[in-house]
């Protein structure tokens, strides 16, 4: 459009003369001296340097002009403007340029391939007008439409109109000429190319060929599907042939991995039957291929046994599968080893008649395991190997039976038992009885059991039997294999309430072990008894002697002795001390004799007549003797022992009435040290006290503590100890209990 164009030649024309301010600085070496009045070029303006040849610039900068229309535009003339630099005032001028009105025709169209526009009318000439091409347009076509078709080696023209100004635009479209054309191949493409002359051949529609795998009875190939062109054959190949069969028949078949399977030759299999020890089948006899088998079935055989072991059997399958198979010897088949009948043959098998037990005789307790000896049964020698002896106690569940050998009394079975295997069954061979009986200890006439009194057994009604201790069974004794120590028991009811002494028949006499019994004695014998001395260890003795003709000294043996009307309560050992009424020194008991001179080491409650041999050291001799131990009351000391490894000894129970005494006897140990040794019994309300109740004294009777209950000694001594309950108890305190101490 319209340019815009500065005029350098107008501008100075109007330029302002601006007086130079000379400003002296050293020029060269000296400090610029600008002009206060601008200089300019066409483009530029600054301030100078005053200085002489000096080109120094300040302020250096392009115009700004400001435009303002100076002469507007007019016909065939352009408009002029004025621009004044904002900064320097300069002032230019320019033209505007096509900016000079003209005049047009309007009523047609000027039309070329670039568009259409009107044309001036203004009569003036080129070139001022050349360009004036008013309301130019490009043009606007509409679609394009064929004008000539395509033709032999001509190709089509189509055509389209300007909608505005009716303009035709052309055009041939290539490559639509038409050819005479002829189609061809090789072996890979098929196309269509031209026989016309007079250009290069061209070529169409080319494309490489389609092929399919085709087969007939002998060859494969593959061939062409193309329509364009006869079809065309490439890798064609005999077949390759496999021999394959099924149940039925046998063929040949391709195996070629160009096409699905072909058969030929098929043909069904020719059969034989064939047969081992177990199966018959048929087989085929084809050589075309391995043997294949059919109808596999077991033999149908016929059984018959053998015997007890093994049966044999003839198969009966049918002629025409095989001549008959006959097998021998072959073992029955059973389930289990509870399975009496043969799975095939039906065969029965059983025990019966392979073992037995002789008569076997009683045997006796013996503290061992008696059983059946091997020559006491016979086993068939077949199944020896799977039997055992069992034993059960008569009458017991089978599930009881044991290969444990019996050892208590008693009534067993015996059983042989099988345990079977494939060919034998399980069970019972054969079965007895046998006893074992107890074993017949023997109570010796005469003997004695030393029984502690137990009052409250004694007084307990549930209580049938009082536990007598035991007999020693020596082994060896009657084929005991070791020794026993049988326990023995008595009856209650064969015994006396009381303490005392007691004859009872053997008979009358039990075992507390079921495997012994007593062995009984003739009952003409009156002197089958034993005694039972049921003593009391809980009460003091006490005893009166008779009259002086009856105490009796025994020089030798240094003894003095007593005979005694009755023993009350208690028991009185050898080794014992009594304290006699009236007599200071404590007697020491070195034998006792039981009536009718009868040695023995116990006297208890109720023994009567018997006698008493003491010590006779502190008596001159017999004349002295007889005063002080006739007709006199003789009280049993209590001996007190220090526990093993203890400070104390044993308790004592006392329940005495006011006045009432009793006596103990222990003894001191060598010490270093003085050691205290301590009466110890309960004070408070019980009727005895410390200071009043206890002295020592020793063998000679002497007293060597009174009013204390302590005594000090290092030595080892006898003491006896007198202790009286000088106050009535306070009630339930009666029973009081008494121990000495000692550190
Ligand atoms: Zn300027
Ligand atoms: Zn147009
Ligand atoms: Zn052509
Ligand atoms: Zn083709
Ligand atoms: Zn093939
Ligand atoms: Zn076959
Ligand atoms: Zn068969
Ligand atoms: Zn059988």
Redesign the pocket.
Known sequence: MAGKKSFWAFAMASMLFVPAMLILTACGEHKHTYSENWSRSETQHWYACTGKDCDEKKDLENHEFVWTEKKPASFHKNKVEEGICSKCNLKVERTVDNSATHTFDTTMWQSDESGHWHKSTCDETEPTHQSLQNDFAEHTYGTWTVKTPAEFHKNRIESRLCSVCGFEDTKEVPDTMEHTWTKNNDDQNHWEETTCTGHEKLIRNKETHTWESK?DDTN?WEQTTCTQHEAIKRNEDT?TWNWKCDNVNHWEE?K?T??EAIKRNEETHTWNWKCDNVNHWEETKCTQHDNIKRNVTGHTWVYASEGELTHGRTSNCGAEKHSTRTEIKIAHRYDNVNDTTCNDCSYERSLTGKGSFNALSAKTYNAGAQGVEESEYEVNEAIKSLCKIQYKVQGADDSTYTTTTPTNAGTYEVRIYCEGNATYLQGEVAKTEFVINKYKVEIVKKSSFKVAYDKAAMDDTNVQYIHLGTVHVNKGTEGLVKPVDVPIKAPKIKLSKNPGRKQVYVEDLLTEDDNFAIKELPSSDATRKATIVHYDDSVVATLTSKDETNVKWDATQNQVGITVTKVNNGTIRVGDYMMCEGYAKPLKVVALKLQYNVPTDMLVNADENCEIYFDNSSFADLATAKPILANKTFTEVEKLNFVEGKNYTNTVSRQLTKGGKFYLVFTTEASADTKTYKVNFDTNGTGYETKKSVYFFRTDGNTTVSGSNELNTKSEEIYFVTVTKVADSQPGKESVDFKITKN
């Open positions: 087969t494969h077949h391709t070629c160009q096409h």
